[in-house]
């Protein structure tokens, strides 16, 4: 909830009367803040002038009475008329140059207690109202010298307050000055500590979306300034996953009974790829890829990923729609990298890739097909069946193998 939703009925109503319908979040705090911080200066005026009418001093209190009305003035053709910058303008030449002349009304420097700090006051704060402080910076300080320049006439011509009224003063003034400085300088803080927390979860966040796209190790590499990631595997295990009939099946579905399906089976397989260290590569319709030792090496691969072969089958026929899954591995060199500069995906070439999907695409549901090679990697931990010669296309005969347990 935005500060001005919390000020009082009568306040909140004209800071939003000045907002615009296309103002940003930004832009409705920044004219909130003048408005609000022009109502309590104008509030505050009345001590003012009521102390200098008290002292005796009816042109000097003028001054902050004057300000008092044409800011409150301000502020209702603000609300009325929108003209931001126009008010803003308005508000800080008046809290520039008004101490100024305050401090020559009252004998000087001396004599009004310094009251041109409250000047400088407007430079600190501009910022907060949307307001370049350089050309306020320089204006108060020409401000100051026509002040020092004047000050020996304004002692001479100029009745002097007391020595004790004058302190008094200066004491108001220093205090006034450091508390606004202060109160500007927290808010500084606060809305820094603001942006550094938004940062950080814009940057947890993009982190979050990074990792559902690319694996760990991957995205710190980018993330680090690698501008081409591309690595060769001597040994992996690529495993890919199908789901028998689905096209048919999904043809009586509605889209989201579709997507449900897909997400249960997919999500069931993402938990088994973690539980064995695996790497999800990607899906492609009801098709699944997985691949052991990418990009983190893991000496038991072929073994993490025919573990989880053989959960997947069991664990997707349990759903509630028993569905049945073909799946396909290959254990061999690769070639892995990341494609892409807007939408990057991490991906393996090669061919054990090939074979891997060629196992999967050619082979029987409910089993689970490997190649010769990837048995002669898991003999003694495994049992297999020998199917015999598959004709594969795109490589012709090969000796194939159900995974059994």
Known sequence: MAFFDELPGWLNRLVVAGFGADDSGDERITKAMLVVSVAVIAALATVWYGLLFALGRPWAAAIPLGYQLVSFTAIAVFAKTRRFVAFRNLEIGMMLVLPVFLQWSLGGFTSSGAMIFWAATTVISARLWGAR????????????????????????????????????????????????????????????????????????????????????????????????????????????????????????????????????????????????????????????????GLPAPLPDHTAAVASFALDGLAAVAALPDRLQMRIGMDTGPVIAGVIGSVKFSYDLWGDTVNTASRMESHGVPGRIQVTDRCRVALQGSFTFETRGTVEIKGRGPMTTHFLVA
Do not use: H
Not at 136 to 145: G, K, P
């Open 133 to 292: 402080p350089g050309v306020l910076i320089s204006s108060f300080a020409v401000l100051i010298v026509a002040s020092a320049i004047l000050d020996p006439w304004l002692v001479e011509n100029v009745e002097q307050l007391p020595r004790t009224t004058s302190l008094m003063l200066f004491v108001i003034n220093i205090g006034g000055v450091s508390i606004v400085t202060f109160l500007v300088i927290r808010y500084f803080i606060a809305q820094r500590d603001r942006a550094l927390g938004e940062l950080e979860k814009e940057r947890a966040r993009s982190d979050r979306l990074l990792l559902n796209v690319l694996p760990e190790p991957i995205a710190k590499r980018l993330k680090a300034g690698e501008s081409r990631i591309a690595d060769a595997a001597d040994s992996v295990t690529v495993l890919f996953a199908d789901i028998v009939g689905f096209t048919p099946l999904a043809a009586g579905m509605s889209p989201d009974e579709t997507v449900g399906v897909l997400n249960e089976v997919f999500t069931t397989l993402d938990e088994l790829c973690a539980r064995y260290g695996l790497e999800k590569i990607k899906t492609i319709g009801d098709e699944y890829m997985v691949v052991g």
